[in-house]
C-alpha cells in the first residue's frame, strides 16, 4: 500500500442527496472549477442550533461500532448523528445513528447463544425463545425513524433540564425482525390481557425504577411492531440494541427497548413509573403547555409528530447573490406518511412547494429539495415545513412542556447572502 | 465497575452454564466467551468536574450516575429548578445524597465556570 494514497477521484465520491431524482436542467447548478479543492481537515468538535450556550460539544470515534459522533454524554453513553449524515441518504448508517441510554448498568456483553427473549404473565403458554428460535420464524421487513423524545430539547426557550440534543437525537434504519403479533399468538394471549410491558437487559442505578414501556393490546397486536434482530441488514451495534431491539413504527425511540429480554402479558393497565409519572407530556395534540404551568393532564409521550430539518446549509453559512441555490433536507410525517413539504427562503412569510424524494415507506425519512433562484443580498431565514398524510401540520410556534419532549415546530436556519466582493470592499 | 450482564441473564434464565464459562465471564471481563459473544469496551469518562470552588460535592453525588459532559452542558437554570432537580434525584431515583451537599451541589450548578446562572423562575 503507498504511503501516500491518492484521495479518490471526485466521480467516485457517493452524490450528496443521493435519494432525489437527478436535478433536471433548469435546477443544476454550474458545476465547480475543474480543479477540487484539497480535502477539508476532519473536524473534531460541533455546535448545535441550540437556544443559548453552551453550544459547542466534542466529535468522538471512542466508543465502540460507532464512527464519528457528537458526544452528549460518556457515561451512560449518549451520542448525537451529526446533521450532515442525514444530507447523504435518507438511511442513517448504523455506525453513525444516535445511541441513548439511561444511568444504570448498559449491557457490554452479550452471548447470542444463550440469550433468551421471555414471554409471560397472562398467557396460556410461557415462552423462553433463542435467538434461533426467532429467527427461524417468518421474517419482515420495515423502515422506521428511531428519535428521541428528548430530541431536539437544547431548543426549548425557557430551557429545561436534561441532556441538550440539537436535532439528531433521530436515525432511520431498514429493521428486520418477527412481527410482535406471531410471537404473541405463540404464547397465547389470555382474555383480560389489556396491555404488554417490555423490559431489556439495561438495569437502572441500584434504587431507581427498571426501566419498562407497554403498549396497549390492539397496538402490540396490529402486526406493526416487530422484534428486530437486523438493522439496515447486519446485527444490530450494541449500544443500538444487540441482539433485540422492540420496534415501534411512528412512536418515539423510548418505547424501542433496547436488547429486548421481557415481554409480560398485563392484566391491569402498566403503573410503573415510567408509563405512570415519568416521560409524560400535556394530553394535548401538541405536547404544549405554558411554561409553569402545574398541574395540566399529562399522557405518556407516545406518538411522533411531523418534522423536517434542512441537512446542507448550515446556521451562518454565506451565500452567493443573484445565483442559484439548492436548499435540501429530509422530513417525515411522525405517526403518518410526509403529503407534502414547503419551502420558504423569507422567515415564514412566503412558501413555495419542495420537490420530494424517494418514498421508502410511511415511517421513514423523505428527502426534499427546494431552489432559490436569485438570492438578493442581506440575511434568509429558511424554513421547511412538512405536513403528514393524516393531515398535520408543523407549526411556527413552538410547543413547549417541562420535561422538553416532542419538539415538532418549524425550525429555521439563518444564511447570509453576501459576495466576496462585497465583504472585502467592507474591510477596506 | 459494570456488571458481567450475560453472567446475571445466565442465572436469571437458570441456564446451566458450564462452570469454566462462569469464571471467564466473571474474573477476565475482556475475554471472549464461549459461543457468540457480543462485547464492548466503554470509555470510562471524566472522574472529576472542572472548576474546583464548588464541585467537591457535584462530584461525590452527581458523577455516580451523570458524566461531567451532561452536567457542564447543562443551560443557565435557576437555583430553585435545580433544587426540584435534586428532590427527583433523592425521591425518584433513589440517590443516596446528603441532605448538607444540597448547598454546594447547588453552588456548582448555578455557577459552572462562573457564571451565574439564574435567568428563569
Not at chain 1, 169 to 196: E, H, S, Y
Not at chain 1, 284 to 310: K, L, W, Y
Not at chain 1, 350 to 364: E, F, I, Q, R, V
Amino acid at each position: 500500500m503507498p504511503a501516500n494514497p491518492a484521495p479518490p477521484p471526485a466521480a467516485a465520491r457517493p452524490p450528496a442527496g443521493g435519494d432525489l431524482p437527478p436535478p433536471d436542467s433548469t435546477t443544476a447548478v454550474p458545476e465547480p472549477a475543474a480543479e477540487p479543492p484539497p480535502p477539508a481537515p476532519e473536524p473534531t468538535a460541533a455546535t448545535l442550533p441550540l437556544a443559548g450556550p453552551p453550544r459547542d460539544r466534542p466529535l468522538t470515534k471512542d466508543f465502540p461500532q460507532k464512527g464519528r459522533m457528537i458526544l452528549q454524554s460518556t457515561r451512560p453513553p449518549v451520542l448525537e448523528t451529526e446533521m450532515e449524515v442525514f444530507d447523504k441518504t435518507v438511511i442513517t448508517p448504523n455506525d453513525r445513528f444516535y445511541v441513548e441510554w439511561h444511568a444504570g448498568t448498559v449491557p457490554t456483553a452479550i452471548n447470542a447463544l444463550f440469550f433468551r427473549l421471555t414471554v409471560h404473565g397472562n398467557v396460556v403458554k410461557p415462552l423462553s425463545l433463542s435467538l434461533a428460535d426467532l429467527k427461524a420464524m417468518k421474517k419482515v421487513e420495515i423502515t422506521a425513524i428511531d428519535q428521541a423524545p428528548g430530541n431536539s430539547r437544547g431548543l426549548f426557550q425557557p430551557r429545561v433540564p436534561g441532556i441538550q440534543w440539537g436535532h439528531g437525537a433521530m436515525g432511520n434504519a431498514k429493521w428486520t425482525g418477527v412481527p410482535l403479533r406471531d410471537i404473541l399468538t405463540m404464547a397465547g394471549i389470555r382474555p383480560g390481557t389489556v396491555q404488554l410491558r417490555f423490559k431489556g437487559l439495561a438495569k437502572p442505578v441500584p434504587g431507581a425504577p427498571e426501566y419498562m414501556k407497554s403498549l396497549n393490546l390492539a397496538h402490540a397486536m396490529n402486526g406493526e411492531v416487530i422484534v428486530a434482530f437486523a438493522m439496515n441488514g447486519a446485527p444490530m451495534p450494541v449500544l443500538n440494541g444487540f441482539p433485540l431491539r422492540l420496534i415501534v413504527p411512528g412512536w418515539y425511540g423510548n418505547y424501542w427497548i433496547k436488547a429486548l429480554t421481557d415481554i409480560e402479558a398485563l392484566s391491569t393497565p402498566d403503573d410503573n413509573y415510567w408509563m405512570a409519572s415519568g416521560e409524560r407530556v400535556p394530553a394535548n395534540r401538541n405536547a404544549d403547555v405554558a411554561p409553569g404551568t402545574m398541574g395540566f393532564d399529562s399522557a405518556p409521550v407516545s406518538r411522533m409528530a411531523p418534522r423536517s430539518f434542512i441537512t446542507n446549509v448550515t446556521n451562518g453559512e454565506k451565500l452567493m447573490p443573484d445565483k442559484p441555490a439548492i436548499v435540501r433536507g429530509i422530513a417525515m410525517g411522525g405517526d403518518n406518511g410526509v403529503a407534502r413539504v414547503d419551502f420558504s427562503s423569507d422567515g415564514g412569510l412566503s412558501w413555495m412547494p419542495a420537490k420530494l424524494g424517494k418514498d421508502t415507506g410511511k415511517y421513514g425519512f423523505r428527502q426534499w429539495e427546494a431552489r432559490i433562484a436569485k438570492p438578493a443580498a442581506g440575511k434568509l431565514a429558511l424554513m421547511s415545513r412538512c405536513t403528514s398524510t393524516g393531515g398535520q401540520t408543523q407549526s411556527m410556534t413552538p410547543n413547549w412542556n417541562p420535561g422538553g419532549l416532542a419538539r415538532n415546530a418549524i425550525e429555521m436556519v439563518q444564511v447570509t447572502v453576501s459576495s466576496p466582493e462585497a465583504e472585502s470592499d467592507a474591510l477596506q | 465497575m459494570r456488571f458481567n450482564n450475560l453472567l446475571y441473564c445466565g442465572i436469571a434464565l437458570g441456564l446451566a452454564l458450564s462452570p469454566a464459562a462462569v469464571a471467564k465471564g466473571k474474573h477476565k471481563a475482556a475475554q471472549p466467551m464461549t459461543g457468540e459473544t457480543a462485547r464492548i469496551e466503554l470509555p470510562p469518562g471524566d472522574d472529576v468536574l472542572p472548576d474546583r470552588r464548588y464541585a467537591e460535592a457535584a462530584d461525590r453525588n452527581c458523577l455516580s450516575c451523570h458524566s461531567t459532559e451532561t452536567i457542564l452542558n447543562q443551560p443557565a437554570l435557576s437555583r430553585d429548578v435545580w433544587k426540584a432537580e435534586i428532590d427527583k434525584m433523592r425521591t425518584v431515583f433513589g440517590a443516596q445524597i446528603d441532605p448538607d451537599a444540597d448547598d454546594g451541589i447547588l453552588a456548582y450548578l448555578t455557577t459552572i465556570n462562573g457564571v451565574r446562572r439564574d435567568t428563569w423562575r
